[in-house]
């Protein structure tokens, strides 16, 4: 760990602006979870006849909008790790809250994203034999799950702000 006497007033400056940026972005994001999940997901999620407001151009078309925010938020949260890796507590916790991330970031990929592309293609062509009924209640059952999974990752970013500005002070 850095001893404070040692820590420049920039260095900490710099790791307090990427930690509250990230968790801005974060928190900016779970609402944006949290309207998606309560409002548009239980309305297509209703019939296979509202899956068309999955489709691009005919519905509203999220896509583009969930790309640039991760991507952004993800860039910020890398870089609030590389500002904060002389702060022992806060790098350990900031990289255990970013495996937890990743993570949840592979399920959506590898779960999430190819429902919702099936969905908008059941969307184009008609209902298939499958049973959208408990595949589409799954689907949003686990997003329930992984969007609490999201407000909990950016809860634990609270107490790392805490520790940064704490430093300023105590130092």
């Known amino acids: 760990m850095i001893k404070m006497e040692e820590m420049t007033t920039t260095y900490l400056t710099r790791a307090e602006l990427w930690l509250s940026i990230t968790t801005l972005l974060y928190f900016l994001m779970n609402g944006a979870q949290i309207f998606e999940t309560l409002v548009f997901v239980p309305k297509w999620a209703a ?4 899956f068309a407001l999955l489709l691009d151009g005919r519905g ?4 583009t909008f969930w790309i640039i925010f991760h991507s952004v938020h993800e860039v910020a949260f890398i870089l609030a790790i590389v500002f904060c890796w002389k702060l ?3 790098r350990n916790g900031l990289l255990i ?3 937890v991330h990743v993570a949840v970031r592979i399920w959506t990929l590898a779960f999430f994203a190819p429902n919702i592309i099936a969905f908008q293609k059941i969307a184009e062509t008609g209902p298939s034999t499958v049973d959208l009924v408990s595949r589409t209640a799954r689907w949003q059952l686990l997003n329930y799950v992984r969007v609490a999974i999201f407000i909990a990752v950016s809860i634990g970013m ?6 940064v500005f704490g430093m300023r002070i105590s130092g």
């Open 158 to 163: 609270i107490p790392l702000c805490i520790r």
């Open 97 to 99: 809250l970013f495996a």
């Open 60 to 63: 509203v078309s999220l896509k």
């Open 47 to 50: 019939s296979p006849q509202n």
């Open 88 to 90: 022992d507590p806060v």
